[in-house]
């Protein structure tokens, strides 16, 4: 099959690309590598079954030429940072919305009908059902991050229906690991390879999160494709426990042999506008089709700290 991955060279999709280049598929990974690397990728260069375009979804003619002859697209490039949106209001609204219309116009185009979406937790807001099922509802987001990607399951599900296209679209919790390039675990190792004796902590440290490997991610997108066959699929992918924020700073700690660092926290129950202090996402659907992740959250956070320590 014919793969596009848009944010291709990205943290989740170059591993996405990896594992579809292993299955023996043909990939072509689309990404303006403001948040990915070149390098990412590079071990596919002068396979003739890999391109990288380096191309903006912000440019339509650039997205439709690119989606020309693709069977699949798998859809991740976005604003990888919530906490952005406070600073530049209109970059949700620009790299999520907009940039998922002006996809899905070039796929309408070309008649490209099968789309798999990386959406986000951060779409059920503050759930009150925990653990949070696909059903949940209503969905009231409190980031602009979340309602970016809300707005693109609503947009992916009209052109599903109105132009007889097909969707797979997965909400993510924490997702950590190799090639990881933002989140709470890149900010504690660089912090603390600044001053390996301080450490500011975001909030009170008691923000609850589901951590899960990129690896378990990537297999999770690949396996809902092959697993559900409804017009709109949706599935939940995270870890059945969680971890809080203090947890992670101890195991950050731990793994870089650090003792005696001193925690400062910056108070109140969130780390920034627009952070869910608790979520903790239900995964029965998933379960249900075969997929489970590999790791608690606990062990995937030691072992995707230990990768970016080997890789940053």
Same mark, same amino acid.
């Given at each position: 099959m014919?793969y596009?991955v848009?944010g291709g060279? *990205?943290?989740i999709?170059s %591993?996405l690309? =990896?594992a $579809?280049?292993e299955?023996?598929?043909e990939?072509i990974?689309?990404d303006?590598?403001?948040? *990915?690397?070149e390098?990412y990728?590079?071990?596919?260069m002068?396979n003739d079954?890999?391109?990288?375009i380096k191309? =903006?979804?912000? =440019?339509?003619?650039s997205?439709?030429?690119?989606?020309? *002859?693709?069977e699949?697209v798998?859809?991740? /490039?976005?604003?990888?940072d !919530?906490?952005?949106?406070?600073?530049?209001?209109?970059i949700?609204?620009?790299q999520?919305?907009?940039?998922?219309?002006n996809?899905l116009?070039?796929?309408?185009?070309?008649?490209?009908?099968?789309?798999?979406?990386?959406?986000?937790s951060?779409?059920?807001?503050?759930?009150?059902? $925990?653990?949070?099922?696909?059903t949940y *509802?209503?969905?009231?987001p409190i980031s602009l991050?979340g /309602?970016?990607?809300? /707005?693109?399951e609503?947009m992916?599900?009209s052109?599903?229906h109105?132009?007889?296209m097909?969707a797979?679209?997965y909400r993510?919790a924490n !997702?950590?690991?190799?090639?990881g390039?933002h989140g +709470?675990?890149v900010?504690?190792?660089?912090?603390?390879? %600044?001053?390996?004796?301080?450490?500011?902590? $975001?909030?009170?440290?008691?923000?609850?999160?589901?951590?899960?490997? +990129?690896q378990?991610c990537?297999a999770?997108l690949?396996?809902?494709?092959?697993?559900?066959?409804e017009?709109?699929?949706?599935?939940?992918? /995270?870890?059945?426990?969680w971890?809080?924020v203090?947890? +992670?700073?101890?195991?950050v700690?731990?793994e870089m042999?650090?003792e005696?660092v001193e925690y400062?926290?910056t108070?109140g129950?969130?780390?920034?506008v627009g952070?869910i202090?608790?979520?903790?996402?239900?995964? =029965?659907?998933?379960?249900?089709?075969?997929?489970?992740p590999?790791?608690?959250s606990e062990?995937? !956070?030691?072992?995707?700290?230990?990768d $970016?320590?080997k890789?940053r």
């Amino acid at each position: 099959m014919k793969y596009l991955v848009t944010g291709g060279a *990205g943290f989740i999709g170059s %591993n996405l690309v =990896d594992a $579809l280049m292993e299955e023996g598929h043909e990939v072509i990974a689309f990404d303006n590598l403001s948040s *990915g690397e070149e390098s990412y990728v590079a071990h596919h260069m002068g396979n003739d079954r890999f391109k990288l375009i380096k191309g =903006d979804l912000m =440019d339509p003619p650039s997205i439709e030429e690119a989606t020309k *002859g693709i069977e699949f697209v798998f859809h991740l /490039a976005a604003n990888p940072d !919530v906490r952005h949106g406070i600073e530049r209001t209109r970059i949700d609204l620009e790299q999520g919305t907009i940039a998922t219309h002006n996809l899905l116009e070039a796929m309408r185009k070309n008649g490209v009908k099968k789309i798999g979406f990386s959406s986000s937790s951060t779409v059920y807001g503050e759930a009150t059902e $925990l653990p949070t099922p696909e059903t949940y *509802g209503p969905m009231l987001p409190i980031s602009l991050y979340g /309602a970016s990607k809300l /707005a693109c399951e609503g947009m992916i599900s009209s052109y599903c229906h109105s132009f007889n296209m097909q969707a797979w679209m997965y909400r993510f919790a924490n !997702v950590i690991g190799h090639r990881g390039t933002h989140g +709470v675990l890149v900010d504690f190792i660089e912090k603390l390879r %600044n001053d390996p004796t301080n450490m500011e902590i $975001l909030g009170d440290g008691k923000q609850k999160k589901s951590y899960f490997l +990129v690896q378990d991610c990537v297999a999770g997108l690949i396996m809902g494709t092959k697993k559900s066959n409804e017009q709109v699929n949706m599935f939940n992918l /995270a870890c059945e426990e969680w971890t809080d924020v203090t947890e +992670v700073a101890d195991i950050v700690t731990q793994e870089m042999n650090l003792e005696n660092v001193e925690y400062h926290y910056t108070g109140g129950t969130r780390g920034w506008v627009g952070d869910i202090p608790r979520t903790w996402l239900s995964i =029965d659907k998933a379960r249900a089709m075969g997929w489970g992740p590999s790791h608690s959250s606990e062990e995937a !956070v030691r072992l995707a700290v230990r990768d $970016l320590l080997k890789s940053r």
